[in-house]
């Protein structure tokens, strides 16, 4: 067993919930809820893996699916306590904690001040969040494993009034993308840097 990701979300934020309820393909999480994404492999085993989270305490599954190499499973509610639980008894199920996760990494931050309006558009096209404006600062922030991508946006906004443009979960690296004024970006952008940099796991290379 891989446990290539295990995130705990302890509030959803208001524009996170917003967003994550558009990118999940089941039951619909709002605004403070917890939250637990995990990424396995053998892909497959992520259905007992679902199993065991839903039998334990009163949550509410918000994706479940397999893909080539990895199985990836959402659940959320809540009281906090009970999502914990419920996670900590999926990976019970494989002899697993959360000391088992891989360690994640900010592989790139990039700023951009003074938005050109064509760029905000073609930005904006491709995102689900909110809008980007002529004018803010653009920060782009990149993650691996991908999907703790999640984290950084919920911290991000928990930490400074910016604007949730989007993140992305899936892929080589995770995006997440912000905007508002240069310097509550930047709050934004550390207390991102700062959640992902704090969590402990297994180092990969």
Not at 115 to 130: F, I, M, P, W
Not at 166 to 176: E, I, S, T
Request: glycine share 8%; proline share 3%.
């Amino acid at each position: 067993m891989e446990l290539r990701s295990y995130i705990l979300i302890d509030s959803m934020q208001p524009q996170y919930a917003a967003l994550t309820g558009i990118l999940l393909q089941g039951d619909v999480p709002v605004e403070g809820m917890a939250e637990v994404f995990m990424e396995l492999a053998p892909a497959s085993d992520v259905y007992e893996m679902m199993d065991a989270a839903l039998k334990t305490t009163d949550v509410r599954p918000g994706l479940l699916r397999v893909e080539r190499e990895y199985g990836t499973l959402e659940i959320h509610g809540f009281f906090q306590e009970d999502v914990q639980v419920a996670g900590q008894e999926a990976l019970a199920r494989f002899n697993l904690s959360e000391a088992d996760r891989w360690k994640p990494e900010v592989a790139a931050v990039k700023m951009v001040t003074g938005v050109d309006a064509y760029e905000a558009q073609l930005v904006n096209q491709a995102s689900k969040g909110g809008l980007l404006l002529r004018g803010q600062t653009l920060c782009v922030l990149e993650v691996v494993p991908a999907a703790y991508v999640m984290l950084a946006a919920n911290e991000a906004e928990k930490a400074a009034h910016i604007t949730l443009v989007h993140y992305q979960p899936a892929g080589r690296f995770g995006r997440l993308y912000i905007s508002g004024t240069e310097a509550q970006v930047k709050v934004g952008r550390d207390a991102a840097i700062e959640a992902i940099q704090s969590l402990s796991g297994q180092v990969r290379r």
